[in-house]
Each structure stands twice: as C-alpha cells, then as structure tokens.
T-cell receptor, first 115, second 115 residues
Framework: AQKITQTQPGMFVQEKEAVTLDCTYD???????LFWYKQPSSGEMIFLIY??????QNATEGRYSLNFQKARKSANLVISASQLGDSAMYFC????????????FGAGTTVTVRA | NAGVTQTPKFQVLKTGQSMTLQCAQD?????MSWYRQDPGMGLRLIHY???????DQGEVPNGYNVSRSTTEDFPLRLLSAAPSQTSVYFC??????????????FGPGTRLLVL
C-alpha cells in the first residue's frame, strides 16, 4: 500500500495567488514526521517544511504552511502569494518511528505559476 | 560547508558495465542514504547507513551495493548495469540523532543512462 499519496499530478496557479498541494499518508506508527521538498527544473531537492506527529500547531516557514489534519491523515502544503520561482515539482515525504530516518515519498505534484 | 556532493553529474553506461556513484558530506552526519527517482514514482530508498561500518537495505536494493568505511563517504556501486537502472540517483544525509526533528539534506543528483 502507498504510504504517501499525492493525487494532483500537475497544477497551474496565477502569480500572487495561493495554491494548496494535497498529501495524504498511511501509517500505524504514533510517531512520524511529514516533510515537503521542492525540486526545481535544475533537479536539486530542497527541504521546505516539517510537521511532527505530536505537533499541536501547523508548521509555517515564510510563505509555506502545512495544513495538518491528523484524523484525516493529511498534510497539505499551502504556498501563499505564489511567485514565478515557485514553479517546480513538490514532494511530500514521511518518516515513521522515533529513530528511523528512512523517508517514503509521494509521486509529486508539478506546480506551474503563470504571470 | 560543501554540503552533500555527488559525482559524476551524468553518466552513460552499457548494459553489463559496473560503476560507482560517489557521495560525500562534510557536515559530520551519521545517517546517509541513496534514493533513485523515476518518473511518476517519486524517490525510492535503495540503501542507507546509520554510521560508519553499518549499512542496510531499503525498498529497492537489488543490483546495488554500498559500503561505509568513513563517516564522510557513502559510495553506491552498480554491479552489472541494466537498462532498468536508468534513473536519477540522489544521496542524502542527516545528523542521525535529532529524533522527530531530523531533516535530510540531498545532494545534486547523478543522472544515469544505461543503454
């Protein structure tokens, strides 16, 4: 079974608007971490934001925020005030267990920001 | 800090050839791992290491070999290249002692084409 599901293969967003990227996860471990990475066309993987399973508040990092709904097992990434430089592939990933650092990745969502 | 470095950036192999993908980090990270990225499938874990002298298999280990003789280096060996190993390979590292906050940092990737 897929541990991370990203159902949106591609999305278009107008510059300066917000966009939400969906991510659902599947785990029975009470301790886990959720990550979002950005992969621009140059190919590198850039860490964006992290949410721990025990965190009471949604994580935020600048224009990135994570809408964490634990009961629904979803961890959607919200990018506010989109910029042309936000055009990239975005991956949701999960780590399970307190001391297990292996990551499971979703298939990714391509975001294209239009001027 | 150079961070995580990978060489080569691009390689073309013929079926049956062997080669080693190099990965090095200068952040004194204990945890290192190799992923492969294929279209529509996100990243999948090949092998990982929790410290020098300790390695273990990930999700897709067949056809690959690793060793970890030093903290800094984690080479990935293709024993007999096959077209199915055409992919982009990423090396990642992290401290290995940050619990839930552990964040992995990725190298720039190696594009491998097996003919």
């Amino acid at each position: 079974a897929q541990k991370i599901t990203q159902t949106q293969p591609g999305m278009f967003v107008q510059e300066k608007e917000a966009v939400t990227l969906d991510c659902t996860y599947d785990t029975s471990d009470p301790s886990y971490g959720l990550f979002w990475y950005k992969q621009p066309s140059s190919g590198e993987m850039i860490f964006l934001i992290y949410q721990g399973s025990y965190d009471q508040q949604n994580a935020t990092e600048g224009r990135y925020s994570l809408n964490f709904q634990k009961a629904r097992k979803s961890a959607n990434l919200v990018i506010s005030a989109s910029q042309l430089g936000d055009s990239a592939m975005y991956f949701c990933a999960m780590r399970e267990g307190q001391n297990d650092y292996k990551l499971s990745f979703g298939a990714g969502t391509t975001v294209t920001v239009r001027a | 800090n150079a961070g995580v470095t990978q060489t080569p950036k691009f390689q073309v192999l013929k079926t049956g050839q062997s080669m080693t993908l190099q990965c090095a980090q200068d952040m004194n990270h204990e945890y290192m791992s190799w992923y492969r990225q294929d279209p529509g499938m996100g990243l999948r874990l090949i092998h990982y290491s929790v410290g020098a002298g300790i390695t273990d298999q990930g999700e897709v280990p067949n056809g690959y070999n690793v060793s970890r003789s030093t903290t800094e280096d984690f080479p990935l060996r293709l024993l007999s290249a096959a077209p199915s190993q055409t992919s982009v390979y990423f090396c990642a590292s992290s401290y290995g002692d940050r619990g839930e906050q552990e964040t992995q940092y990725f190298g720039p990737g190696t594009r491998l084409l097996v003919l």
